[in-house]
DNA sequence: ATCCGGAAGA
DNA sequence: TCTTCCGGAT
């Protein structure tokens, strides 16, 4: 996949804040769309925790809209910059806490799942720590890295020792997962497209057929 | 017109 | 386990 995508230099943010921010808004969003809210923010001057913890709700959630459940969004928002101000003191405060405890921690903090717990980890304070998404979910299944469904923590575990715990490596493996997801392992699979069905257990089966099981082509 | 996707709550 | 929250992609 690397050979095929090259570096994906994620994760695209300026600051350790921004990603946090980023990971929030990501939940259950395409990443384009992520960064129109992110703009938006920072057109506001908002991309600061101080500032995201003061204001309004509602006028958060106006600013964030492109990002999909504003309303959801607004108060996690504010929720986690709330707990890390009232438990830390400071984003630089809460990055560098212990990483086990960070992660429950993490979890506590309603609005945090484990993949947001998990993407916060890794590219904000480059812990190793690798986050399960749909994407990996399909792709293990299809590969056949996994013949069956596993629950969250077993899929990341499974990962975070295969690869070690090298953060850049957990992170370009994680982004690499996420571009071939969106290209190519979609819910209706391009195998057509794809760089490495030759090790694919979907794709010697032959259930990876290009155009269509049914009917209607793009 | 349908599909897509994390987390929470029922 | 099923539903809700949402805008944008398809």
């Known amino acids: 996949m690397l050979a095929h995508y090259g570096p994906q230099h994620w994760w695209p943010a300026e600051t350790p804040f921004e990603v946090i921010v980023g990971a929030v808004l990501t939940q259950a969003t395409a990443w384009r ?22 204001i309004e709700p509602a006028v958060l959630a106006g ?39 960070l992660r429950a921690w993490l979890l506590s903090v309603p609005g945090i799942g484990p993949e947001t717990a998990d993407s916060i980890l890794l590219y904000a304070a480059g812990r190793p720590y690798f ?22 923590e077993g899929i990341r575990r499974l990962v975070e020792e295969a690869l070690g715990p090298d ?8 982004a690499l997962i996420v571009a071939h997801g969106k290209a190519v392992c979609r819910k209706r699979p391009r195998c057509g497209a794809c760089p490495v069905r030759a090790g694919c257990k979907f794709w010697a089966e032959g259930v990876g057929f290009e155009p269509t099981m049914g009917l209607s082509t793009p």
């Open 33 to 54: 769309n992520v960064e129109r809210a992110i703009n938006r923010l920072k057109q506001a001057g908002l991309l600061d925790p101080e500032r995201l913890a003061d």
């Open 63 to 101: 600013i964030i809209r492109p990002a999909g459940y504003p309303q959801v969004k607004a108060s996690r928002l504010r929720a986690l910059v709330g707990a890390i101000r009232r438990d830390f003191g400071s984003v630089e405060a809460c990055l560098r806490f212990e990483p086990a405890r």
């Open 131 to 152: 986050p399960v998404d749909a994407y990996t979910r399909r792709l293990f299944l299809r590969y056949g890295v996994l013949s069956a469904p596993r629950p969250y």
């Open 167 to 174: 953060p850049a490596v957990l992170g370009e493996f994680h």
